[in-house]
């Protein structure tokens, strides 16, 4: 049940963050917006890795997996979100965030592709569903 509790925690959080963003892209461009964003996170996360003394596990941590964790940074936090900050600057809110959020169904196939998840036709009906909602959001 907690899984669940954080996932729904999550989708409010991030359903109700792009009102901010679209509200304060009004007068920033994308790059500066996420580079304040970045760096206002970057500081909340050190001070808080200093004060329960998580620093140091950087230091220790398994090269491959650290250079993984750098490249999903790199895609999702930092071209991922310049790109959903553009979105957000030029689109309507209530259009771009649910064309966003649909990333599952390229997880989907990724999943099945790369890390030998496996097919079912549940996630198939439910990545269909999300095509058809974008269809209809993008009239």
Known sequence: MTN????????????????????????????????????????????????????GALGRMDPASGGLIILEGILGSLVGHLMYFYALKYGETSRMVPITAAFPIVTFFVGILFLGEKFSWDKLLGAVLIITGILIIKR
């Open 4 to 55: 669940f509790l954080f996932a729904v925690l999550t989708m409010i959080l991030w359903g109700i963050a792009p009102v901010f963003g679209k509200l304060g892209l009004g007068k920033l461009e994308p790059y500066t917006a996420l580079t304040l964003r970045s760096l206002t996170i970057s500081l909340i996360l050190l001070i808080y890795g200093a004060a329960a003394g998580k620093v």
